[in-house]
C-alpha cells in the first residue's frame, strides 16, 4: 500500500475533522517502497515542457520530479534503462550523501559537528606524524563540512591524477594530510572537490566503511539495493570515497531529496536525523549563504550539485517537490539546467496537456526567477569546475 492509499484514507477520516487536504501533503511517504507514478504522469503541461527541453539537449541524460511522493515528470534519453530510470556518476552529489551519513552518527550520538579532529583521534602519537599537526587537529567537522577549514587541494590530487589513484587520500593518515592548510582562511568559504578525511573518520568511528554504513543505517530505509542501483568507487583500501564516486540512478537520487523535505523520516514512524538537521543543513552559513552542510541554496530550492551539471533538489517552501538531473560528463549547459530547475518548482503537473502547453517555457529566460536560478546555478557549477581546474593548471 502506497503513498496514494493512505493520502486517501487520511483525506477520508481528515473531512470528518475538517482538516485541510494541504495539511496532509506532509505525510512521510514509505521510502523503502517505489514512487507512484502520479495520474497525470507525463501527461501535463509541467511534464511536456520539461520532456521538449530535455529532448533538444543530448546532454540530458534524465530527470524526475516529485510532487507530493508522485512522481509527475521523468525523462529517460535510453529507452532500456529499468525502472529506476537513467544512471550515471554524480559527482559532488555524493558530499551530500556523505553529510547524511553524518547526520545520522550525530542522531545516534557517535558525533558532534562542533568536535576537533584531536578529539576524536586523541592519539599524539598519530598527530605527530601528520604534516602540520598542530594546526589540522584543532580543525573542527563543522568546519570541514561547510567547506570553512582552510583546506586547499595541492600537489598529491595532481599526482593522484596523473597515477590513476583514487584521489582524496588512500590511508587515514593520507587523507587528513592530503589538503593544503592555509590557517589564514579558516571560517572563509572555499570550496574543495574532493576529499576522503570523513570517510576515514566515519570508519574509525563506526568500525565501517562509508559504503557498510549506508547498507545497514540509509539505502534498506530508502528502498535502494546497493548491488544493482550504488556504485561506489573506494580508496586503495577499499573506503568508499567521501565527497565524489558516487554513481546511481534517478529514482535512488530522489529518496534522498524526499528524505530530507520529510525531515529526516523515512515513514510515518521512524526518523534517522535529529529534528533541527535539515534546517542546519540547509542554512548556510557566516562565510557562504549559499553552502551549508553540502546542500547549496538556489534560491528556488536546496541542491546538492555535482560536477557537470548532476542535482538533487528539493522544496520544504510549500511545493512539496524534489527535482533530481542526470546529464552528461562536462557536458552540461547552465542556461538549460537553470531552466529545467525552474520549470521544475514552478510549473503546474496538475494540468493534462493543452495548447496552454509551453508558454511558461517561452517565457523563462524572461523571468526574474530564471534569471536568480542562473546566477546561482553558474555559481555553483564554477565553484566546482574552479576546484579541480586551479590545481590541475598550477
Keep these: 500500500m502506497g503513498f496514494r492509499y493512505w493520502k486517501e484514507r487520511l483525506l477520508a477520516v ?96 557517535t558525533i558532534d559537528l562542533s568536535e576537533r579532529l584531536a578529539d576524536i583521534i586523541a592519539d599524539d602519537r598519530f598527530w605527530s606524524k601528520v604534516r602540520n599537526g598542530e594546526n589540522r587537529k584543532q580543525l573542527r567537522i563543522e568546519q570541514i563540512i561547510t567547506m570553512t577549514a582552510g583546506l586547499q587541494l595541492g600537489s598529491q590530487f595532481i599526482s593522484d591524477l596523473l597515477f590513476g589513484r583514487p584521489t582524496g587520500g588512500n590511508s587515514p593518515l593520507d587523507s587528513i594530510e592530503y589538503h593544503d592548510l592555509n590557517v589564514n582562511n579558516v571560517d572563509t568559504f572555499e570550496y574543495v572537490a574532493v576529499g ?118 528539493f522544496d520544504p517552501s510549500g511545493s512539496n517537490r524534489v527535482f533530481v538531473l542526470l546529464q552528461r560528463d562536462m557536458g552540461e549547459k547552465p542556461e538549460i539546467t537553470s531552466a529545467l530547475i525552474d520549470l521544475a518548482f514552478g510549473s503546474s503537473f496538475s494540468e493534462p496537456i493543452s495548447e496552454a502547453g509551453g508558454r511558461r517555457l517561452v517565457n523563462t529566460e524572461d523571468g526574474s526567477s530564471f534569471r536568480s536560478i542562473l546566477e546561482k546555478t553558474v555559481y555553483a557549477s564554477e565553484q566546482e569546475k574552479k576546484a579541480f581546474s586551479e590545481n590541475i593548471h598550477q
Excluded at 59 to 85: H, K, Q, W
Aim: hydrophobic share 40%; charged share 20%; glycine share 10%.
Design 196 to 313: 576522503n578525511i570523513f570517510s576515514y573518520i566515519l570508519q574509525y568511528l563506526t568500525n565501517k566503511t562509508p559504503q557498510e554504513f549506508a547498507d545497514d543505517r540509509v539505502f534498506p530505509y530508502l528502498g535502494i539495493n546497493p548491488a544493482i542501483d550504488v556504485v561506489w568507487e573506494e580508496t586503495n583500501d577499499g573506503v568508499g570515497l567521501a565527497w565524489h564516486g558516487l554513481n546511481m540512478n534517478t529514482h535512488s537520487m530522489a529518496k534522498l531529496g524526499q528524505l530530507h523535505l520529510q525531515n529526516g523520516f523515512v515513514n510515518g514512524e521512524t526518523q534517522i536525523i535529529k529534528d533541527d538537521w535539515v534546517e542546519r543543513a540547509t542554512a548556510g552559513t557566516e562565510a557562504s549563504a549559499e553552502y551549508g552542510y553540502s546542500w547549496w541554496n538556489i534560491e528556488v530550492a536546496h541542491c546538492a550539485i555535482g560536477l557537470g551539471g548532476q542535482y538533487i533538489c
Design 14 to 109: 481528515g473531512t470528518a475533522f475538517n482538516l485541510a487536504s494541504t495539511a496532509l501533503a506532509s505525510l512521510p511517504l514509505d521510502l523503502s517502497e517505489k514512487f507512484e507514478n502520479a495520474p497525470l504522469h507525463n501527461n501535463n503541461s509541467g511534464a511536456a515542457d520539461m520532456i521538449a527541453l530535455a529532448e533538444e539537449n543530448s546532454v540530458i541524460l534524465g530527470f524526475m520530479v516529485i510532487e507530493e511522493g508522485e512522481v509527475v515528470a521523468e525523462y529517460n534519453r535510453d529507452s532500456d534503462v529499468g525502472d529506476n530510470g537513467a544512471s550515471g556518476d554524480i559527482y559532488s552529489c555524493t558530499k551530500t550523501w556523505t553529510s547524511l551519513l553524518y547526520a545520522i552518527m550525530e542522531f545516534d550520538g
